[in-house]
């Protein structure tokens, strides 16, 4: 069961309810594919901790080869080669690393050469798994992180994944290995236009899913009206707490703290472990 867990923007509380419900799973993965900021570690605070990089395959190319017919950077959509002063030049920043301009070279005189992007790390908190994908300042692209830290995730019965904002290929990387998605959304106007962008999204894929409201209060608002409306499952309400605020606040896994929080994310988890399972 791969649970992944979007919200269509930061700070809506996509990583509290991910990590909240990883740690009252118990035996369970939590993934955190938000490689550009991840945070879920800090409120894990892994033991045991190993680090593995992660590289791709960039061109090299090899000039005495090369006859300027210029295949290569005609191919290139994100501008990455170019013809500079008799010869190419390859932007080692911009690369993709598709591999299609050393393929069409007719010359054979782009080879590949790895470059790191960043690190995966595999530790643990009492029961749960946490791997997390850090990629480094400045590279366009963190899906071979995700695909990496997605590799492992068999091992485990109950998988966590900690999408990463919005609704970008990145986060469409991310959805596509989920059983079912949970839509973390506010209860505010802003809140509600985000929410559409992700359930627009996992709509597409063809995912199942529900919402859940948090900072949540007794009165009408607009997203329980959308939900209504789209008909989606609002599948749990998370109260707007002073005190669950400020456990959050200071990196505290909120069901390891208190009896109450741990019923909250416990009915919670019964509620989409019977969704998945219908």
């Given amino acids: 069961m791969k649970i992944a867990v979007l919200s269509g923007k930061g700070g809506t509380g996509k990583t509290f309810v991910s ?131 997605l590799k492992g995730t068999e091992e485990k019965e109950r998988v966590f994944i900690d999408c990463p904002p919005g609704s970008a290929c990145i986060v469409m990387e991310t959805v596509a290995a989920a059983d079912y998605c949970i839509l973390v959304t506010e209860p505010t106007v802003f809140g509600v236009h985000n929410l559409n962008m992700v359930w627009e999204l996992v709509t597409l894929l063809g995912k199942p899913c529900g919402v859940v409201i948090n900072k949540f209060v007794e009165t009408e608002n607009p997203a329980e009206k959308y939900c209504a409306e789209k008909e989606i499952d609002v599948i749990g309400r998370i109260p707007f707490d002073a005190e669950l605020g400020l456990l959050n606040s200071n990196a505290l896994i909120a069901v390891r703290e208190k009896a109450k929080y741990g019923r909250l994310f416990g009915d919670l988890l019964a509620r989409i472990t019977g969704e998945v399972w219908l």
């Avoid at 990590?19 to 900021?37: I, P, R, S, T």
């Avoid at 894990?44 to 061109?59: C, M, Y």
């Avoid at 013809?83 to 390859?90: A, D, E, F, P, Y």
Wanted: charged letters at 20%; glycine letters at 12%.
């Fill in 19 to 149: 990590v909240n419900l990883a740690a009252v799973a118990g035996d369970a993965m939590y993934v955190d594919c938000d490689v550009e900021e991840p945070n879920g570690h800090l409120f894990f605070k892994p033991g045991a901790v190993k680090t593995r990089q992660v590289a791709v395959e960039i061109p090299l190319v090899d000039s005495e080869r090369c006859t300027g017919c210029r295949v290569c950077v005609d191919f290139c959509n994100y501008h990455a080669l170019a013809w500079v002063g008799g010869g190419v030049k390859i932007f080692d920043e911009i690369c993709h690393s598709c591999g299609g301009c050393i393929i069409l070279c007719p010359e054979k005189a782009l080879t590949g050469k790895e470059k790191v992007i960043g690190q995966v790390q595999r530790g643990k908190s009492e029961a749960v798994t946490v791997l997390s994908g850090m990629l480094n300042p400045g590279i366009p692209s963190g899906v071979p992180i995700i695909k990496e830290l």
